[in-house]
């Protein structure tokens, strides 16, 4: 069949599923799952050496994978619940010299930290529209401190947030990285936060998983449109990376497809031996096998859900919530958003 089918995805997570089901032990990478209220899954993957990340195909670093089957479910309380516990979890990933232990749990007041919140993504494409969204819904305070003082809020715990949304290289002819680049040498931030879209191997994870990880990103990676990466020693300061998987590859679908119909053809008497032959075959196997079923046409396609307008939008909320929790504290009026 040729080269092993390389999986697109940019979830650390979907990797070392991966890793696990062809029983590969990489030694380096520790793993931890927890399980939260409101049918929340937190699972932590941290890539220790550069073994480990070479093998992974992901830089060194944490990657903090938030799961919830009805993350994209139209439910404002449910949504506040999943924003607390990101909040959390961005205060966790923080750079250590700026969060307090004390502090990582306690989200009633702000820290006082610069932080600036990158969208990236086209805004005129759906899938590729959270990050934009994300800094639209942000309640920027960089310009307000700046004028009156840190008491403009009454609160003297609060976050300085500035926010860009860079665009893609067919709107700009610049290098996403370059932009960015050149903001933080003005701005200063003492680290960035760059919400992007994702791609994943699985299709129950689009629109309910959040992956967040402190090694920066590569823009486009998951869908093989590889850009030049946003991570500190590219910008000048550490970079935390949110991320949404809200696309598909479609040789993925088609592999998930067999999947199904293996199973069925297990429980047929007739078709039984068939079933079990081919059930034989590893996951790789499959999606290799449904790349070439795949006309070449269909090669480089991507699905994304038919309600992903609906998704992206209550996504959008839900992060920015988050982060507004995250370094202003939580404040009922929700920041005005």
Do not use: C
């Not at 920027?140 to 949304?165: D, M, P, W």
């Not at 497809?257 to 199973?263: D, H």
């Not at 078709?271 to 006309?295: F, M, P, T």
């Amino acid at each position: 069949m040729g080269d092993v089918y390389e999986i697109r995805t940019d979830l650390a997570l979907e990797t070392q599923e991966k890793m696990q089901e062809e029983h590969i032990d990489v030694r380096g990478v520790r793993f931890l799952e927890e399980k939260k209220p409101y049918g929340m899954t937190v699972s932590t993957v941290v890539i220790e050496t550069e073994n480990a990340a070479h093998s992974m195909g992901k830089p060194k670093g944490r990657y903090i994978t938030l799961e919830a089957e009805n993350l994209s479910e139209d439910d404002e309380d449910y949504h506040r619940e999943i924003s607390m516990e990101l909040a959390k979890i961005i205060r966790g990933i923080l750079p250590e010299k700026m969060v307090k232990k004390e502090n990582l749990e306690d989200l009633t007041e702000g820290i006082e930290v610069a932080v600036l919140v990158v969208g990236l993504g086209n805004r005129g494409v759906t899938p590729d529209a959270l990050g934009p969204r994300v800094v639209d819904n942000m309640f920027i305070t960089r310009h307000v401190l700046q004028e009156f003082g840190k008491y403009a809020f009454g609160n003297v715990k609060t976050g300085s947030i500035s926010g860009i949304v860079p665009g893609v290289m067919a709107q700009t002819g610049m290098e996403t990285v370059e932009i960015i680049r050149g903001v933080v040498k003005e701005s200063k931030p003492d680290f960035a936060i760059v919400i992007d879209a994702l791609a994943a191997r699985n299709t129950r994870r689009l629109g309910r998983t959040i992956q967040l990880s402190d090694t920066g990103i590569n823009p486009g990676s998951g869908v093989g449109n590889h850009r030049n990466a946003i991570n500190e020693k590219s910008i000048g300061v550490p970079v935390i990376s949110v991320g949404v998987p809200t696309v598909v590859d479609a040789a993925t679908i088609v592999a998930d497809g067999m999947s199904a119909l293996i199973r069925a053809m297990g429980e047929s008497a007739t078709l039984k031996n068939l079933g079990d032959n081919l059930d034989e075959l590893g996951d790789s196997e499959k999606q290799e096998l449904a790349r070439e079923v795949l006309s070449p046409q269909l090669h480089g396609m991507f699905v994304t859900p038919k309600n992903i307008d609906e998704s992206v939008k209550q996504l959008s909320f839900t992060i920015s919530e988050a982060l507004n929790i995250a370094f202003l504290g939580n404040k009922e009026d929700d920041w005005n958003i």
